[in-house]
Each structure stands twice: as structure tokens, then as C-alpha cells.
């Protein structure tokens, strides 16, 4: 039994080793057996440098800047991607018209920065940066997280090149034998198409437990670019999906109801983290570290 787990967004300043301690300690922190941890021989998928690299055009990894900064003169597509998410965060977050553009005026007025990174020349430009300062003013956490997400998910989706060398990189982890599987934001989505792959090859793997947390799998925007959204039927045991209803990754969908059958939800999670999203909000969650407990 090996358990496996594939991080999300932002991860670049980690390498695999402190990723993996990172995961572990709050694990073990919040109640996990270390022993039972240790025997399980804990293993992290680690592709946030590479993906830095592949989505930002740059030769190292390097911390993440400012998001808002980091869309200045995307492509025409990679911002048609940006907006369609921001339409789903703004019906989550019950953002009215009036309010939206209310907003804009104000980033407008104040020579917000996203003003300068997203033309207001269109309806689509306005309604983006009025979304983005309303979740400024909610928390500035979460206009930044949602962002990140949205730049690295259309570079692992649709960029040339970076799904493949994504894909190259975590699916060696994905070896015979049985697996417990736990999956953060991006990695989620990852995590299932590794899963469609081997289903698709025929693979002995068996993955006892698929845990995702904070997954965009039920996000339209991510959706649409997934190949036959289904639960694969191939070696998977039980798939538990956690999420925080205000989560501006996963925007609270229900992956039953959005993604496939086969799932069980768990929308009771309260991701006390400033941005609702974060790793360590969801794996100090007791109902979490039971379900992994209980699979090793």
C-alpha cells in the first residue's frame, strides 16, 4: 500500500521533498498515526516548477508575483478562459450585475492594477475587473488565488506542450500495486486524467481511495477541456470529494451533481485558511485524516 499525493496551484518555491514534508507534518499534527504514515511510504507527485516554468515562459522557477500582474498581455483564448471562470465565481459569490460594474468604476477610478492587465475596451474586460475587485474587497487572498488558478489551469489544459510534460513527470509515481490517492486543486484534475490513462491502458494499479479537495473538476471552465467527464471504472475503490463552500478554486460545486456519478461529497468543510482554498485548511480537517487513516 502506497500512499500518493498530487498538490495544486502555486507550488513552485517547494521541491518534492518539503512539498512532501509539508503534507506529512500537518497530517501527523492533526492526529495521523506517524507510524502508520511512515509504512504507508508517503510519496508526492511534485510538477509545480515545471508547471511555473511551462505556464509563466521563464527558464527557473521562481515565486510567484502578483497575479494580477502575471495576465498582463495574455493571449486572446487564455483570457476568454480567465472570463468564463469569473462568471462562475461571480454566480457562486451572488455578485450582481449592478454591483459588478459598480466595482469596475471603482478599479477604474483608482488605477487599480488589474485595470492595466485587462482591457476595459470590451463588456467581457469590464465584467472580468469588476469581478476581481469585488473578491479584492471581500479578501485580496482571493482575488489573487483565483488568478493562479485560472492562468496554470489554461497552461495545463490547452497550452501546447504542457500537459504532456506534466503528465511525464507525475505519472512514474503511478506504478503496480494499491494506492491511497489524495489530490489538492489542480491536482485533482491531474490526478484524473492519470486515472482515465491507465483505465484506457488496461492497468493493474488499484487505487483503493481517490480523495480530491478543492477540486475545478465540476467548474465549467475546466470541465469543457476534460476528457468524458465520468468516474473511472477502472481499479478505483471509493472517491470522496471535500470541498469549502466558499472555495474560489472549486467555487462549492458538488462533483455529483456537476462532474459524475459514483462521487461522494463532502461540502461541510470550513477551510479556516484566508483564502478558503489552501492545503493546510483541508488536510487539518479530522474527517480527512480519518478517511486516509481508515484506507491505510
Given at each position: 500500500?502506497?500512499l500518493l499525493f498530487?498538490?495544486g496551484i502555486?507550488?513552485q518555491?517547494?521541491?518534492?521533498p518539503r512539498l512532501?514534508?509539508?503534507w506529512s507534518k500537518?497530517l501527523?499534527?492533526?492526529g495521523?498515526d506517524p507510524?502508520?504514515?511512515?509504512?504507508?511510504?508517503?510519496?508526492m507527485a511534485f510538477?509545480?516548477?515545471?508547471?511555473h516554468q511551462?505556464?509563466?515562459?521563464?527558464?527557473?522557477a521562481?515565486?510567484?508575483?502578483a497575479?494580477?500582474?502575471?495576465?498582463?498581455?495574455?493571449g486572446?483564448d487564455e483570457l476568454?478562459?480567465?472570463?468564463?471562470g469569473?462568471?462562475?465565481?461571480?454566480?457562486q459569490r451572488?455578485?450582481?450585475t449592478?454591483?459588478i460594474?459598480?466595482?469596475a468604476?471603482?478599479?477604474?477610478?483608482?488605477?487599480d492594477?488589474?485595470?492595466t492587465?485587462?482591457?476595459?475596451?470590451t463588456?467581457?474586460?469590464?465584467f472580468?475587473?469588476g469581478v476581481?475587485?469585488l473578491?479584492?474587497?471581500?479578501?485580496?487572498?482571493l482575488r489573487?488565488?483565483a488568478l493562479r488558478?485560472l492562468?496554470?489551469?489554461?497552461?495545463?489544459l490547452m497550452k501546447?506542450?504542457v500537459?504532456?510534460?506534466i503528465?511525464?513527470?507525475?505519472?512514474p509515481?503511478?506504478?503496480s500495486?494499491?494506492?491511497?490517492?489524495v489530490t489538492?486543486s489542480?491536482g485533482?484534475?491531474?490526478?484524473?486524467?492519470?486515472?482515465?490513462?491507465l483505465?484506457?491502458?488496461?492497468?493493474d494499479l488499484q487505487?483503493?481511495?481517490?480523495?480530491t479537495?478543492?477540486?475545478?473538476l465540476?467548474?465549467?471552465?475546466?470541465?469543457?477541456?476534460v476528457d468524458?467527464p465520468?468516474?473511472?471504472?477502472?481499479n478505483?475503490g471509493?472517491w470522496?470529494n471535500?470541498?469549502d463552500?466558499?472555495?474560489p478554486?472549486?467555487?462549492?460545486?458538488s462533483?455529483?451533481?456537476e462532474f459524475?456519478a459514483?462521487i461522494?461529497?463532502n461540502?461541510?468543510?470550513?477551510?479556516?485558511?484566508d483564502?478558503?482554498h489552501?492545503?493546510e485548511?483541508?488536510?487539518?480537517q479530522?474527517?480527512?485524516?480519518d478517511a486516509?487513516a481508515a484506507?491505510?
Open positions: 500500500m502506497t498530487i498538490h502555486g507550488q518555491a517547494y521541491d518534492e512532501l514534508a509539508k500537518i501527523v499534527d492533526h495521523l507510524a502508520k504514515l511512515a509504512a504507508a511510504q508517503p510519496a510538477y509545480g516548477d515545471l508547471l511551462l505556464s509563466e515562459n521563464v527558464a527557473v521562481q515565486p510567484m508575483s497575479s494580477v500582474s502575471g495576465i498582463a498581455g495574455v486572446e476568454e478562459f480567465i472570463q468564463a469569473l462568471a462562475e465565481t461571480a454566480d451572488g455578485f450582481t449592478p454591483e460594474e459598480a466595482a468604476q471603482r478599479a477604474e477610478a483608482s488605477l492594477p488589474v485595470v492587465a485587462i482591457p476595459m475596451s463588456g467581457l474586460g469590464r472580468a475587473v476581481l475587485r473578491l479584492d474587497e471581500q479578501a485580496p487572498p489573487d488565488t488558478f492562468k496554470q489551469a489554461y497552461a495545463y501546447p506542450g500537459r504532456p510534460a503528465d511525464a513527470r507525475v505519472r509515481k503511478f506504478a500495486g494499491e494506492l491511497v490517492l489538492h489542480l485533482t484534475v491531474i490526478a484524473y486524467h492519470m486515472l482515465r490513462e483505465e484506457k491502458a488496461g492497468s487505487v483503493r481511495l481517490l480523495i479537495m478543492g477540486s475545478p465540476g467548474v465549467k471552465a475546466v470541465k469543457r477541456y468524458l465520468h468516474r473511472p471504472s477502472c478505483l471509493q470522496l471535500f470541498y463552500r466558499g472555495d478554486v472549486s467555487l462549492g460545486k462533483l455529483t451533481a459524475a459514483g461522494v461529497d461540502g461541510t468543510i470550513n477551510n479556516q485558511t483564502n478558503a489552501s492545503i485548511g483541508y488536510l487539518n479530522a474527517v480527512i485524516r486516509i484506507a491505510l
